[in-house]
Nanobody, 115 residues
Framework: QVQLVESGGGLVQPGGSLRLSCAASGFTFSTYGMAWYRRGLGKERELVAT????????NYVDSVKGRFTISRDNTKNTLDLQMNSLKLDDTAVYYC????????WGQGTQVTVSS
């Protein structure tokens, strides 16, 4: 069955960096676009970044452009999100998502930006 397992979250000070990873299994990873979403406390779920199946095309929400980088390794079936210059507003649970006709979500990983 399809599984998406996020890791790499934690507590970081403003201006710091974290790298999130999503390990995918149960499907042909290289044929699906992937995405990172986040949900802050009391907020709606927000699309953060997307990446095409072959990794050629990426898109970001304006609030993270220039700070976050989405990437994938189709040989290892992993999706990453490098987050730099973190801000208080980046505090959220971050989820990876498999796009396509049938959508799958990971369980999420908590990122807390606090001084």
């Amino acid at each position: 069955q399809v599984q998406l397992v996020e890791s790499g979250g934690g507590l970081v000070q403003p201006g710091g960096s974290l790298r999130l990873s999503c390990a995918a299994s149960g499907f042909t990873f290289s044929t699906y676009g992937m995405a990172w979403y986040r949900r802050g406390l009391g907020k709606e779920r927000e699309l953060v970044a997307t990446i095409s199946a072959d990794g050629t095309f990426t898109n970001y929400v304006d609030s993270v452009k220039g700070r976050f980088t989405i990437s994938r390794d189709n040989t290892k079936n992993t999706l990453d999100l490098q987050m730099n210059s973190l801000k208080l507003d980046d505090t959220a649970v971050y989820y990876c998502k498999r796009t396509g006709f049938n959508v799958y979500w990971g369980q999420g990983t908590q990122v807390t930006v606090s001084s």
